[in-house]
């Protein structure tokens, strides 16, 4: 499972930090070039840019001042190309129309 989430620039907590907390779970952030694996929770960093490429995590600084308005079809889009029908994609709350494609795609 791979979350990205859009959060309030300049919190020192992470969520990765929260969960793990707060819940049993295996609760990572990826790294570029780090495969998938089952079983695991990825939690993108507010400063990353995360995109998946086949089973791998494409991960880049994101250097603008503001997050990126398309971070979860950014996300879903190439997993969607990826994983095909074996894709599954949810989007619990999101701003303004962000997610909306990459569910599409999925």
């Known amino acids: 499972m791979i979350v990205a989430t859009h ?6 907590i992470t969520l990765t930090e929260i969960l793990a907390h707060c819940t049993r779970g295996n609760f990572v952030e990826p790294v570029d070039e780090q495969s998938l ?3 695991m929770i990825y939690l993108e960093k507010r400063s990353e840019t995360v995109e998946v490429d086949d089973v791998q995590f ?11 308005l398309h971070r979860i079809d950014e996300l879903f889009s190439p997993v969607a190309d990826s994983a095909g029908k074996d894709a599954l994609g949810l989007t619990l709350s999101g701003m303004l129309s962000d997610g909306v494609d990459g569910l599409e795609a999925i």
């Open 7 to 12: 959060r309030q620039p300049g919190r020192k």
């Open 58 to 68: 494409e991960v880049s600084i994101d250097t603008s001042s503001d997050a990126p």
């Open 37 to 39: 694996v089952c079983a």
